[in-house]
């Protein structure tokens, strides 16, 4: 068990709805970070938070939105899902805000994910 | 060309093999990290290093920062071994990780 928490594990909605990820990252830990996995493909960095402040954005679409609450879970929000929007939503979390800060303090751990199925 | 490349990409050997992954990579890097995601979907972080080698029970990872290069060995691999490997890097330039494109082992009994 990484000690973050991700829910729902499954989602299943229609075209053109709106959904709602929720993460829980470790006791300690103030960055979090949304990965996108397609099927078959690699993780695709999405957006990092650290202690409640967007830090930094990658590949995340307009219709997407996250934020970080003072509590430090996080919320990432999907709206006018498209059938390719299916997918699984990993969250993970870290100590540090990452890059050049070595150690222990660095390493992200991961959520077990949100299988997202859109039809 | 990716920042971030990951040979072979598909791997399939027998119970006991020894196994190698590569990761090879073009940017400076403060820290290289292997992690390992279940045919369930589960990640789990295996290592992180910034120079020479590290061990944890049947995985060895190694780094050579002048080559830009690190290798992930298997020893006496076991089919519950079988999962994708994934090498990502910390790059000096900013704060988030760039990764490969995994590797995906299978191990057969």
């Known amino acids: 068990d990484s000690g973050v928490t991700q829910t729902p594990k499954h989602l299943i909605t229609a075209t053109g709805q709106r959904v709602t990820l929720r993460c829980s990252p470790r006791?300690?830990?103030?960055?979090v970070y949304w990965y996108q996995q397609s099927l078959d493909q690699g993780l695709q960095f999405l957006i990092q938070?650290?202690?409640?402040?967007?830090?930094a954005k990658g590949n995340i679409l307009e219709r997407f939105s996250a934020q970080q609450f003072p509590d430090l879970h996080s919320e990432l929000n999907l709206s006018s899902l498209e059938l390719g929007d299916s997918a699984l939503y990993f969250c993970?979390?870290?100590?540090?805000?990452?890059?050049?800060?070595?150690?222990?303090?660095?390493?992200?751990?991961f959520g077990a994910g949100t299988r997202l199925s859109v039809l | 060309k990716n920042e971030v490349e990951q040979s072979p990409q598909n791997l399939t050997a027998q119970e006991g093999e020894f196994i190698t992954i590569n990761c090879s990579y073009s940017?400076?890097?403060?820290?290289l990290h292997w992690l390992q995601q279940h045919p369930g979907g589960g990640i789990v972080s295996l290592f992180m290093?910034?120079?020479?080698?590290k061990k944890h029970g049947r995985l060895i990872a190694t780094i050579n920062i002048q080559e830009k290069h690190s290798s992930l060995h298997i020893t006496a691999s076991h089919p519950r071994d079988s999962a994708v490997y994934i090498c990502?890097?910390?790059?000096?330039?900013?704060?988030?990780?760039?990764w490969g494109a995994g590797t995906k082992l299978i191990i057969k009994p």
């Open positions: 993970a979390s870290s100590v540090s805000p990452g890059g050049r800060l070595l150690g222990a303090k660095n390493i992200q751990y």
């Open positions: 006791s300690g830990d103030l960055s």
């Open positions: 938070y650290y202690n409640g402040e967007e830090r």
């Open positions: 940017v400076g890097i403060s820290a």
């Open positions: 290093l910034s120079s020479g080698k």
């Open positions: 990502a890097v910390s790059p000096y330039s900013n704060y988030q990780l760039i």
